[in-house]
């Protein structure tokens, strides 16, 4: 009896240890797959660690050769705003040139228009000098231009308005 109880006994402390056993294996296979599951999880984050990692190389280069592609846009940019300085300059320089030649040409006109009313006025000096038997003779038979001089020639007069002082140009003023 003693006997069946010790064995008893020892049964009864074999069940309970075969139940310590079995909780403690239960509880180191969940460990176990909390350890894998987090294991996991740092290698589902290492992978997507260098995931990021290559995408952030690959956007770097993206802005290096952005800032490249900029700095040739401004680059660019500054040569066309030099180059439109340049023709303003330019555009501005040739309308000085034009407008001065403009002045120039009125002030030749206004000469020029001079030099016919002197030659008109000498040819009707000259027409009434003649008398009455120089017959009248239209302004294109008297008045020439000299070819490859500047003067004034008036035929069968004998005068020469020529290359002497510039007269100031005369103003004509024409009442209506």
């Known amino acids: 009896e003693t006997e069946v109880e010790q064995l008893q006994r020892l049964l009864a402390g074999m069940e309970k240890d075969h139940r310590d056993l079995l909780a403690r294996m239960e509880s180191g296979q969940a460990e176990l797959e909390r350890l894998r599951k987090a294991e996991g999880e740092r290698a589902a984050q290492q992978e997507r660690s260098s995931q990021l990692e290559k995408e952030v190389a690959g956007l770097r280069e993206k802005i290096h050769h952005l800032d490249d592609m900029l700095k040739s846009q401004q680059r660019k940019v500054r040569q066309?705003?030099?180059?439109?300085?340049?023709?303003?300059?330019?555009?501005?320089?040739?309308?000085?040139?034009?407008?001065?030649?403009?002045?120039?040409v009125s002030y030749l006109e206004a000469e020029n228009l001079e030099m016919h009313d002197r030659i008109e006025h000498l040819i009707e000096k000259q027409v009434s000098r003649g008398g009455s038997s120089a017959r009248a003779r239209s302004k294109s038979e008297y008045v020439s231009r000299c070819s490859g001089n500047s003067g004034i020639r008036v035929r069968n007069s004998g005068i020469w308005v020529g290359n002497g002082p510039k007269p100031l140009p005369l103003i004509r003023v024409v009442e209506t």
């Open 80 to 104: 066309m705003i030099e180059q439109l300085q340049n023709s303003k300059s330019v555009i501005q320089a040739k309308d000085t040139a034009i407008q001065e030649l403009k002045e120039r």
